[in-house]
């Protein structure tokens, strides 16, 4: 059974504030990583995909990846209320199996 | 560029009944995936879709069926509704030949009493 696991929060970090997310997967052949936000009520977005080791920028969002460790985070600087969200990590396993494996979610609370 | 459309967007059914969600793909897209995602939880995979075949079934009964038109958009079908059921089911587009980068449309609220 291939998992994912996040620690389901809330975290709350101040306006300002960098925000770490992290991830732990079980398939050590994973192959892609994804991270998506999801606003309340709303379906889920892409915000980050990784699929090598080491760091990936986009913006104020830094995806980090340590296949090793089967590990994924994603760091926020300069943290604002409208990030307040929950933050789903999701992995493809490749290999045939065509789907995505998602955690539960990380709820981010951004405090003015 | 059109993004992932689904259809209805609110739903309410009541148990034993069948019920068919719609999604059409984002453009140049031809792979459509469906996933549940009940409240508090992540998406759960349900089954691919690639040039009209299913192309990977997650854990699901046979009871969830779908199809994909040679427009590539794409049909989920539940049968003998269960309050279980009730969730939001959302559909992904991704570029062709697998799993990367799947976009969501908006979702369906399936709500079975």
């Known amino acids: 059974q291939k998992e994912v696991e996040q620690n389901s929060g809330p975290l709350s970090v101040p306006e300002g504030a960098i925000a770490s997310l992290n991830c732990t997967y079980s398939?050590?052949?994973?192959?892609?990583f994804f991270w998506y936000r999801q606003y309340s009520g709303k379906s889920p977005e892409l915000i980050m995909s990784?699929?090598?080791?080491g760091d990936k920028e986009d913006g104020r969002f830094t995806a980090q990846l340590n296949k090793a460790s089967q590990y994924v985070s994603l760091l926020i600087r300069d943290s604002q209320p409208s990030d307040s969200a929950t933050y789903l990590c999701?992995?493809?396993?490749?290999?045939?199996?065509?789907?995505?494996?998602f955690g539960k979610g990380t709820k981010l609370s951004v405090i003015p | 560029e059109t993004g992932v459309t689904q259809s209805p967007t609110h739903l309410i059914k009541t148990r034993g009944q069948q019920v068919t969600l719609r999604c059409s793909s984002q453009?140049?897209?031809?792979?459509v995936s469906w996933y549940q995602q009940a409240l508090g939880q992540g998406p759960q995979f349900i089954f691919q879709?690639?040039?009209?075949?299913?192309?990977g079934r997650g854990n699901f009964p046979p009871r969830f069926s779908g199809l994909q038109f040679p427009n590539y958009s794409s049909e989920l079908n539940v049968n003998a509704l269960e309050l279980d059921d009730s969730a939001l089911y959302l559909c992904?587009?991704?570029?062709?030949?697998?799993?990367?980068?799947?976009?969501f449309g908006p979702g369906t609220r399936l709500t079975v009493t």
């Open positions: 990784i699929y090598s080791n």
């Open positions: 992904a587009s991704s570029t062709p030949g697998g799993a990367y980068e799947q976009y």
């Open positions: 453009s140049g897209h031809n792979t």
């Open positions: 879709y690639y040039r009209e075949e299913e192309n």
């Open positions: 398939d050590r052949g994973s192959q892609s």
């Open positions: 999701a992995v493809y396993s490749g290999a045939g199996s065509y789907q995505l494996t």
